[in-house]
């Protein structure tokens, strides 16, 4: 078992001897937030480990500020806001050795009366793609690699500075710098250390390009661990900022003039324990295997239609400007920092990276739509392009990836793909979500408009 994982056993022990005293039992929503309830670590054992809990169906309908958004079928106004019921997936058990005398657990959401998943909640629409991949005797794995802004300013502080003139941990480009990094160990080291001992391996850290910028890996698994780990990877490095008095962001592009923040993507599938992607035909500067050739062109072909799933906020568009180290056309390449899909490895290290999603992407969401659309690139044997060598950023020829959150969600809305992968409901009720959060960019009025306007207009 991973160093920091928990049997239920091994929690009942712990909690015996006065080493755990609190279990936090959550879920994502919408925006990947963890929500959820803390128990009494005794009770938990006793009662909520076999019988779970439950949770306000309102929190599938909630904007980022919580309140209830009218229009949605799921869960509204009219039909009182019933609960769900939230299962402790207990393979997911751990220390959260950030927090005192605590551990955490995942839950699936589930319906209080048919007992089946959600269909809209974002855990439940990854595990259906799963079924999938296992169906055809694959297990998918998949990696997430995040970067951050971190700040010496308190969250408290950034709230009341309105989130402007922020004190970064780091002055300067520091991307591999090893002074710069330094500066920042403060805080990184305590991130890589609670990381570790709760359950989620821990590869690398290194600067970014961004001033006080970071990157924290942690080991590949598969899709669903892996996800899991990605949720409470941002949740634990929350709340460690939280306690130091400083504050970090995974906002996809916080500033104007920097580099933005990513969530890229590794996927590779398996089956008996061997990479399925490894093979020896060739494929540009490339060796792979049919299946690897097929998710690539499945990926690729879906990838703006989906966008929604890996760059979810108004935000999110902002980080697609070129020479940037954000993608921002639908390309694949070798190694290629500047490609939307970029080949890394060979033979049982082949993997597909996909450098489109930023650090606010859901991990469930992001996971859930590259895996449907490498499957359907499988089942109808979809090739992709001719690989593309050189500066991706100089070729205006190439497919663009929406250039707005509106953009994406047209063609999300009107995807025939995506309903059949994830079903007419799902569809709807997301759209229905990333429509209510551009309303609420439209009727807001920003810095930039009176920095604009004031004056001069």
């Known amino acids: 078992m991973t160093h920091g994982m928990l049997t239920l056993d091994a929690l009942a022990a712990h909690v015996e001897r006065g080493e755990i005293e609190t279990v936090v039992v959550g879920f994502t929503d919408h925006y990947g937030r963890m929500m959820g309830k803390r128990f009494d670590a005794e009770f938990f054992v006793q009662d909520a480990a076999e019988h779970g809990t439950h949770g306000c169906d309102y929190l599938l309908i909630v904007d980022m500020e919580m309140n209830p958004t009218p229009g949605y079928t799921y869960a509204n106004w009219e039909r009182g806001f019933g609960d769900f019921h939230l299962v402790p997936d207990l393979s997911t058990l751990r220390v959260a050795t950030w927090l005192d005398k605590t551990a955490m657990v995942l839950c699936d959401v589930m319906d209080e009366k048919t007992h089946s998943q959600v269909t809209v909640a974002p855990r439940s629409i990854l595990r259906r793609q799963i079924e999938k991949v296992a169906a055809l005797g694959y297990s998918a794995m998949a990696a997430s690699e995040l970067e951050f802004f971190a700040f010496d300013d308190s969250y408290r502080q950034a709230a009341q500075k309105k989130y402007t003139n922020l004190q970064p941990m780091g002055w300067y480009v520091e991307d591999y710098h090893i002074l710069q990094g330094t500066r920042e160990e403060k805080y990184v080291a305590q991130a890589r250390h609670h990381l570790k001992h709760s359950g989620i391996p821990v590869e690398n850290s290194k600067g ?36 130091m008095g400083v504050s970090v962001t995974f906002m996809a592009k916080p500033f104007a003039d920097q580099a933005g923040s990513s969530g890229h993507l590794h996927f590779s599938l398996w089956q008996d324990r061997v990479n399925a992607f490894a093979g ?178």
């Open 280 to 457: 020896d035909k060739p494929l540009g500067k490339v060796k792979g295997s049919d299946i690897f050739r097929w998710f690539l062109g499945g990926w690729m072909a879906h990838a703006a239609e989906l966008m929604v799933f890996y760059a979810p906020t108004v935000n999110s568009y902002k980080r697609y400007v070129d020479l940037s180290w954000a993608p921002t056309r639908i390309a694949w390449s070798y190694d290629n920092r500047t490609a939307g899909f970029r080949i890394v490895g060979s033979g049982k290290s082949l993997r597909i990276e996909n450098r489109i999603p930023g650090a606010d992407c859901n991990p469930y969401l992001a996971y859930a739509a590259s895996l449907a659309s490498g499957l359907d690139g499988i089942a109808n044997q979809i090739e992709p392009p001719a690989m593309f060598d050189g500066d991706i950023y100089a070729a205006q020829s190439l497919p663009r990836v929406p250039r707005t959150l509106e953009h994406a969600v047209d063609l999300f809305a009107n995807s025939a793909f995506a309903k059949q992968a994830f079903g007419a409901q799902v569809v709807e009720h997301y759209t229905h979500f990333y429509e209510a959060e551009i309303d609420a960019f439209n009727k807001s009025v920003t810095d930039w408009e009176r920095a604009r306007y004031f004056e001069r207009i």
């Open 208 to 243: 970014e390009w961004g001033h006080g910028q970071h990157e924290l890996n942690v080991r590949y698994a598969e899709s669903l661990i892996m996800a899991d780990r990605h949720a409470v990877f941002k949740q634990c490095l929350k709340e460690i900022a939280d306690a």
